[in-house]
């Protein structure tokens, strides 16, 4: 269903930094069609082949540069082991250094010191979707995020786990869902 924009509205930007797909959501918190105040996932990079940092932050600022409000982002804990790191930095300092030129003083970073455990992220990404009562606080837009939508779809535990994601089953999966998931965790936790 398409999600409406807010350009005053607080926008999100959710990392999950990897090399192949390099990969952020774009997300804003308002009243959604389910008529539930909730998350509106609205956009997506999505650089299939050879992505770093930096071109996954370019690519936010194009798409997002005349947005009028403020920004907070939020992603992976870590900074990218793969990523951008071993040339100019952590994955984190390139991505301050880059959204601070654009957007100054509206932009903040609300990256926890330590990931949230797998489990609990998934969880917490699942009740936000749909509440045991039935609320719906989770939608996106196809249109704009149609890899999110693959990723939601594709996505599955491990056989006989314990509730953890299986990323072997295709590497091109479980990173937007991943970025998604460090915001929802953070800010919705159950």
Not at 76 to 89: F, P
Not at 95 to 119: D, I
Request: aromatic share 8%; glycine share 8%.
């Amino acid at each position: 269903q398409k999600l409406g924009y807010d350009p005053k509205r607080t926008l999100v930007f959710c990392f999950d930094f990897n090399v192949d797909p390099g990969v952020a959501i774009v997300a804003q918190e308002s009243i959604l069609p389910s008529g539930y105040k909730g998350t509106a996932c609205i956009g997506e990079v999505y650089i299939r082949n050879n992505s770093n940092t930096p071109a996954v932050c370019r690519k936010l600022v194009e798409d997002w540069k005349d947005h009028q409000g403020r920004i907070k982002v939020y992603g992976d804990a870590s900074g990218g082991a793969r990523g951008s790191a071993k040339v100019d930095g952590s994955d984190w300092d390139l991505v301050k250094k880059q959204l601070r030129e654009c957007y100054r003083q509206r932009v903040t970073f609300h990256v926890p010191s330590a990931n949230p455990y797998e489990r609990s992220r998934v969880n917490a990404v699942n009740s936000r979707l749909k509440t045991m009562d039935g609320a719906i606080r989770l939608m996106v837009d196809p249109s704009k995020c149609p890899q999110l939508v693959r990723d939601f779809e594709g996505v599955a535990l491990l056989e006989g786990g314990a509730g953890e994601i299986d990323k072997r089953r295709n590497s091109a999966l479980t990173h937007l869902t991943d970025a998604l998931g460090y915001y929802i965790a953070k800010e919705f936790p159950l």
